[in-house]
């Protein structure tokens, strides 16, 4: 079978698991740093190559540009990655996001 030109195209698949819109009642909507960390490692693990971040107030569910979320997300894929899917106690988690 010939391959079409389509075919040998190379693509790059990014993934925007929160997007901009919605809040808590937008069933499955990733909301807190640790939610959305897991949900942008998964995207990539089925093929995605980049995850593109929106973070969300944790109360409201609504779209925030709170850079501290951003930094709780970084450290969130961090950990994630370290300590793999079930990372230690929630306390560890919590300590190591610097939420305690």
Do not use: Q
């Amino acid at each position: 079978m010939k391959a079409t030109s389509r075919e040998k195209e190379k693509v790059v698949v990014t993934v925007s698991a929160t997007g901009s819109f919605g809040d808590r009642r937008t069933p499955g909507l990733p909301i807190t740093p640790e939610e959305i960390a897991e949900s942008a490692l998964e995207s990539c693990e089925a093929g995605a190559a980049i995850a593109h971040i929106h973070v969300r107030d944790i109360e409201t569910g609504k779209p925030s540009m709170d850079f501290k979320l951003y930094e709780l997300v970084e450290k969130a894929v961090a950990i994630i990655r370290i300590l793999g899917k079930e990372p230690a106690t929630p306390d560890e988690a919590r300590d190591l996001l610097g939420l305690r």
